[in-house]
């Protein structure tokens, strides 16, 4: 398997797991339970999964008022599809 065959499959993963953090953190919310750390749901986008991040977010109303979520996972969204842009036009 080619180096681009992981990195796939690592972008599929983390935007799972982010949007599937973004879920669970919202059902903590509604219970009054132990909550995700918001640096925590940040840095997760940070890392790749500012799709899913963002999804989760639409899909689970949540983080939607707070400006660093509903200003900053959209940024890290577009830097991350700069980036994966820049990165597929210099594979040949």
């Known amino acids: ?3 681009m065959k992981y990195f796939s499959w690592y972008l599929i993963t983390i ?8 879920g669970i953190d919202k059902e ?4 009054g339970a132990w ?3 918001e640096s925590t ?10 799709f899913g991040a963002w999804a ?5 109303h949540h983080k939607t ?3 660093k979520f509903s ?5 890290i969204l577009v830097v991350e599809y700069g980036l994966l842009a820049w990165l597929m036009a210099g594979v040949k």
């Open 1 to 3: 398997m080619d180096l």
């Open 15 to 22: 935007n799972i797991v982010a949007f599937m953090m973004y």
């Open 35 to 37: 909550r995700i750390p």
């Open 41 to 50: 749901l940040i840095g997760v986008a940070l890392l790749g999964g500012g």
């Open 71 to 75: 200003v900053g996972v959209p940024l």
């Open 56 to 60: 989760g977010m639409k899909t689970f």
């Open 28 to 31: 903590k919310a509604k219970r």
């Open 65 to 67: 008022r707070k400006k």
